[in-house]
Each structure stands twice: as structure tokens, then as C-alpha cells.
């Protein structure tokens, strides 16, 4: 379906609020200074926290506020008044954000803001520890696994140590998420298991045994997963005083973003860097916290002020994205949550439209309504990439999609096959770790493994050879050799090889024809290997290019990038969690029936009921002129075995005035 995309112009006029003025200088080089008046660019709020430099800050930033602008001003603001750009440390949760951050603020306010130390945690991390790697008895070339490899080694230890299992024990994905929320939330193993995975507490001993295995074998074969990251760079901080300090005065002004999604550990690790100057700036939204489940601690940003001296608060309220009507209808749903920080967003962006709450007879009707609504929507030119409709869970959307289909509307789905996950980029991965480290066991085993006549227990006995590294004179004799020849060649050739695209090519070209024998789909994989060679142009180093895959990977394969950057528009389907930080005209919010949204599994834990609560709020705070909320009276729950009739428990109560209630029923 073509359409012209519209452009929307968002009124963004200053503030009715009498305001002072503030100028900040620019250089754009050593012979060249010249005055900026950001009057009209900040309101008085941000332009306190732009000003704010010694101590410590929290900035509670609500939706849609202009937080990202307030950290990067600030940036450049530190810089303006003589603070070394390598001095400041600017923390986010996608290497995407902060460098987003960074270039905005190089390229608008001062090119010196490019110096800037901006990362992820994990990305910090991964580059501190490999600069005192020594200090921890670590090997440099540490290899780091993503959470498939994690698993496997989990599930290779514990074939070995207990071979027969009992019917109820844990898949190896479950008993990795035990490890990591111990580690991240810093509590034992077995408290874990008692409070959160009580139905196997009869095998606790076991889970805890292959946890020691787990963590001795990554030692003895130089891997670390994510955790160990975080885990051994709070390690380095608090166990070694001369590092610390010397972090600490480095890094003399740290900023981090979203904080209400830090967990324990990174928590711990900010009080570590900042422990010799107490200057740090929290930015984030209690109210948008909602990675529970990843480990997030909500406490972290409501403990903020007790965990560092004379805190400093300020709030964020202004919202330049929504109208005001449905800002007061998400000031409503979150006033019901039983813990934070009191605050109320305002907008001057004036709509008349009211928010709607959508009555349906059943889910097929609700999902006939959301597309007659979508058709009369772009008959008033908005376009299709500004509509999404939001989901609780990826299955809430079946029928909506086979409607979507019948009318031709187009539309992308968030949640897809992720790049990283597939299984021949793996193969690719796993061929250069080897290359960088041989004692990769887990990429040794599924290297060798790919080919012809070669199982599990030849692997045993090839490995030793490849770790040694001496691959041609050792191959004489070796059974499978005609098999392993081609892969010791290449492996060979590329030891002391330096250009990261001549060893991608070469590995590439290596692999094609075993990509061709495995897979019947293969034309349409060899794209993605395409975009994998793409990707590896942006660096010039092997462990570089590697780590950033593995801390910050690729969303989709080849196939979805090109899907998401279509000329055409497209609608987009979401899950909430997917669509935070995001924002659309026109947002449709189904299937919210209580049971389901929220989940009748958060109905006896008052935190988890919280979570809910806060996700709804991030939801609604997407839209900025449309907002359908929906929920069908006979929802058969095949959990329950119940029918599910009453709209979301978290619009109970809700005036006519901020939600205005519909009916829908067949002609």
C-alpha cells in the first residue's frame, strides 16, 4: 500500500512559565567561538539539570520529557566549563543511545563532546577488564558468550554430572536465569530457587553443584557470559583500592540513563566509580520501570538519595509528545501506584480527541474494529508508520493479524527471529573466537561438529590438537583428516593474520559450501552473510568486532532490516516492552482485560501487580494524539480454564471525562 508520508510538526514553543536566559558558548574549533541562545530549546527544569555540575543528581525524567536532550546539553555544558571530555563518563543501555547522545552533541554543540567515555555497562566493562585483566587472573583474549553458548556449557556439565536426572529438573535455559538473578540481584543461589523456583528446591544441591562446574570450567577455558562482567568489574572496584581510586578521579563526572533499569550489581558498581567525588547524575522514570524480570531492581532509583550524600531532585514534567488529555488520563493510571515519585506531566500540545475505551463482544470483533479504524485513520492522512497497536504478550495478537492480512495492510511485528540467534551466524561467530581464542571449547565443539562424519566423540580427541594451535603437522595420522583439512588450513592461514575483512572473507568463503550442504534455505542465509561482512567494515580489530557483537548484537536478520526500512509505510504491532522509548499519532492498546492485562500470575505479588501497573502507564504514554484502548467480555484463559470479561483492574475508577467509553457490536 503507497502512501505520502505526512509530516507532523509537534508544537514545541517555550514554556508560558516565565523563564531566564541562559547562553552557552560553542567552538566549533580552536579559532572559531560564537554565542547560542537556547531560550526556546530548554525550559527552566532542564536547564537545571543542564547547569548542574558538582554533586549528585537524580532527575526524575517522565515521559516523553526531553531527557535525551537534558543529557546531551549537559554533556556539552561540562565540557563548556572546563571539564575534560575524557573525564566524563556517560552510562545508557543501548551503545545505539549513547552514541546517538554523543554525536548529537558533538555535531550541535561542541565537537569536543566526541572524547566522551559513552557506553553500555557491559561495553564498559568488557574494556576495563581487558585493561587489568592480570589483576583478576583472567587471559585478555577472554572469550564472551552470549546466553545460547552460556546454556550449552550448562547443559555439556550437567550431562557429566548427573547423567540421569529427575523428571522435574530444570532445562538448561532456567537454570542459567537462576544463576543470573543471583548474580545481578546478589542473592544466593538457593534463595533464589526457595523464593522464585520453589518446585525444584529437591534438586537445589544439583543446581548449585553444576553452578560451581559452571563457573570453574569459564575460568579454566577463558569465557565469561554477561553476568561475569558486571561481577567481575565490581570485583576489580572493591577488592583493589589503587583501581578504584584511579577510576574514580578519571571518570570525575558519570551520568547514567535509565536508571530505573539498573540492577543491583550495576548499582553497586556507580557508588564504586564515583566514590572519591560523589559527582553523578541519575536520570530515569520509577514510573517506566519495567525489566523486572531482567533483573531490573525498582529500589535502585527510589534509593537513590539514601545511597549518595546530599542528592539533589529534579524533575522533568514538561511532555513534548502527547496531547493533554491524554496525558491526564496517564497522570491518573499511575497516581494507583503504591510507591515513588510524585509527579504530573503537562503538555500544551491541545487535542481535542478524548482517549477511548473499546468494548468488543469477543477478540475477533475487537480485531475487526482495530483495523476498520486503522482504514478510517489513513483516510484522515496519518500514516501507517505513525499507527502501532501494543500487546501484553507476542501471542495476544493472532487474530488482529489475519485481519491485518484480509485488508492488505501492511505491518511489522516486533519480536522476530533476532540476528545473533541464527544458527549460521553462530557457525561464522564461532570459527573467528577460535581464531581469537583457543581455548574456546564451546566454539571448538560446534566448529567441528559441522562437519562430515565427525560426532561428538571424535571431537574429544580433536580438540587437544587445536588448541595447541599446530594445526598442519599434527593433522598426519588423525582420523577424519580429509574433513578436517579444509578447517585447519583456513585456521592455520589466519593465526597471524591482522586485517579483520581478509580473515572475515576467508572464513566466509570457507563456510559457504557447509552453509550449502546444511541448509535447504541457503540463498536466502547467504544474505545474511552478506550483512554480517557489511557489519564487520565498521571495525579494525577481531576482539573488538566480537565484543560488540556479543554485548550490543543485531536485532534482525538481513531479511528484517530491509523489511524495517521499506519506503512503503507499515503498520507496526508491538509488545510493550519493545516499545518503550518509542512513540506513534495514533496507538491502539488491545486485549486489555483483566487476567491478562495485567496477568493474573501478578494478582497475588503487590510488586509484581506494580510492574503491571507501570507497563500499562508506558503504554498510553506512547501516544501522542490517538489513543484506543480494548478489551473483549468472553476471553476463554486456557490457564484458568475462566472467561475474562472485566476491562484492565488499572482503569477502575477512571472518569468518563479523561476515558471516554465505546461499544461495538456487529451490524
Same mark, same amino acid.
Given at each position: ?230 561481577? +567481575?568489574? &565490581?570485583? #576489580?572496584? !572493591? @577488592?583493589?583500592?589503587? %583501581? ?7 571518570? /570525575? ?87 515513588? +515519585?510524585? &509527579?504530573? #506531566?503537562? !503538555? @500544551?500540545?491541545?487535542? %481535542? ?7 468488543? /463482544? ?89 562437519? &562430515?562424519?565427525?560426532? !561428538? ?211
Amino acid at each position: 500500500m503507497q502512501l505520502e508520508e505526512k509530516n507532523e510538526i509537534i508544537n514545541k514553543n517555550s514554556s508560558s512559565v516565565a523563564r531566564k536566559k541562559f547562553v552557552l558558548k560553542k567552538r566549533i574549533n580552536l579559532n572559531q567561538e560564537y554565542k547560542v541562545d537556547y531560550e526556546n530549546e530548554l525550559n527552566l527544569k532542564q536547564m537545571e539539570a543542564v547547569l548542574a555540575k558538582d554533586g549528585a543528581y537524580l532527575v526524575i525524567a517522565g515521559a516523553g520529557s526531553g531527557k535525551t536532550k537534558t543529557l546531551t546539553y549537559r554533556t556539552a555544558r561540562l565540557i563548556e566549563d572546563g571539564v575534560n571530555p575524557q573525564n566524563i563518563l556517560l552510562l545508557t543501555f543501548t551503545k545505539k543511545a549513547s552514541a546517538e547522545m554523543l554525536n548529537r552533541a558533538s555535531l550541535v554543540l561542541d565537537e569536543r563532546c566526541e572524547d566522551v567515555a559513552g557506553g553500555t555497562f557491559h561495553s564498559f566493562a568488557n574494556m576495563i577488564l581487558r585493561k587489568y585483566s592480570k589483576l583478576l587472573g583472567l587471559k585478555n583474549n577472554f572469550t564472551i558468550m552470549d546466553q545460547s553458548d552460556a546454556q550449552d556449557v550448562i547443559q555439556h556439565l550437567s550431562g557429566i554430572l548427573y547423567p540421569k536426572k529427575e523428571k522435574r529438573f530444570p532445562k538448561k535455559s532456567t537454570i542459567l536465569e537462576i544463576y543470573s538473578k543471583s548474580v545481578n540481584k546478589e542473592i544466593p543461589v538457593k534463595e533464589i530457587i526457595e523464593k522464585e523456583y520453589f518446585n525444584f528446591v529437591d534438586v537445589q544441591d544439583k543446581i548449585i553443584e553444576i553452578q560451581k562446574a559452571y563457573v570453574k570450567y569459564k575460568r579454566e577455558k577463558s569465557l565469561l557470559d554477561y553476568d561475569d562482567l558486571l561481577l +567481575y568489574l &565490581k570485583f #576489580l572496584l !572493591s @577488592e583493589n583500592e589503587a %583501581v578504584r581510586r584511579k577510576l574514580s578521579n578519571n571518570y /570525575k563526572y558519570i551520568m547514567i540513563d535509565e536508571y530505573q533499569d539498573t540492577n543491583t550489581l550495576q548499582a553497586d558498581i556507580i557508588k564504586l566509580l564515583a566514590s572519591e567525588h560523589n559527582n553523578v547524575m541519575a536520570v530515569g522514570d520509577d514510573s517506566q520501570s519495567i525489566y523486572a524480570f531482567r533483573g531490573a531492581n525498582y529500589k535502585n532509583i527510589l534509593d537513590f538519595p539514601n545511597v549518595f550524600e546530599n542528592v539533589k531532585i529534579i524533575k522533568l514534567e514538561q511532555n513534548y509528545r502527547s496531547s493533554q488529555n491524554i496525558l491526564n488520563l496517564t497522570n491518573k493510571i499511575i497516581s494507583k501506584a503504591r510507591e515513588g +515519585y510524585s &509527579k504530573k #506531566l503537562f !503538555s @500544551e500540545i491541545v487535542d %481535542v480527541k478524548m482517549p477511548v475505551l473499546i468494548r468488543a /463482544k469477543n477478540s475477533q470483533i475487537e480485531a475487526e474494529f482495530v483495523c476498520q479504524k486503522v482504514l478510517e485513520l489513513l483516510e484522515e492522512d496519518i500514516s501507517l508508520n505513525d499507527i502501532c497497536i501494543l500487546i501484553r504478550n507476542a501471542r495476544m495478537s493472532y487474530n488482529l493479524e489475519i485481519e491485518l492480512s484480509k485488508a492488505n495492510i501492511p505491518f511489522q511485528k516486533f519480536g522476530g527471529p533476532k540476528f545473533m540467534d541464527s544458527a549460521h551466524i553462530k557457525d561464522i561467530i564461532a570459527h573467528l573466537r577460535v581464531i581469537l581464542n583457543p581455548d574456546d571449547t564451546v566454539s571448538l565443539n560446534r566448529i567441528l561438529l559441522l562437519l &562430515k562424519g565427525i560426532g !561428538s566423540k571424535a571431537v574429544n580427541s580433536i580438540i587437544p590438537i587445536m588448541q595447541q594451535g599446530a594445526y598442519n603437522h599434527k593433522l598426519t595420522g588423525v582420523k577424519y583428516s580429509n574433513s578436517l583439512k579444509p578447517l585447519f588450513d583456513v585456521l592455520s592461514n589466519l593465526r597471524e593474520e591482522i586485517d579483520l575483512q581478509k580473515i572475515i572473507e576467508n572464513i566466509v568463503s570457507y563456510y559457504k559450501p557447509i552453509l550449502k550442504d546444511k541448509y535447504d534455505d541457503w540463498q536466502k542465509r547467504e544474505k545474511d552473510l552478506e550483512h554480517f561482512i557489511y557489519l564487520s567494515k565498521q571495525y579494525k580489530k577481531l576482539d573488538s568486532f566480537l565484543s560488540d557483537l556479543a554485548l550490543e548484537p543485531p536485532e534482525a536478520s538481513v531479511e528484517g532490516v530491509y523489511k524495517r526500512n521499506i519506503k512503503d509505510d507499515c503498520l507496526t504491532i508491538s509488545t510493550i516492552h519493545s516499545a518503550k522509548g518509542l512513540e506513534w499519532n495514533s496507538v491502539f492498546i488491545i486485549g486489555a482485560v483483566d487476567g491478562r492485562f495485567p496477568s493474573a500470575y501478578s494478582f497475588n505479588s503487590p510488586e509484581e501487580l506494580d510492574e503491571e501497573l507501570r507497563l500499562m502507564y508506558v503504554a498510553t504514554t506512547r501516544a501522542k494524539s490517538d489513543l484506543y484502548i480494548s478489551y473483549p467480555i468472553d476471553m476463554y484463559d486456557y490457564a484458568s480454564g475462566m472467561i475474562l470479561s472485566k476491562p484492565s483492574r488499572f482503569l477502575d475508577d477512571i472518569d468518563e471525562s479523561l476515558l471516554e467509553p465505546w461499544d461495538i457490536e456487529e451490524e
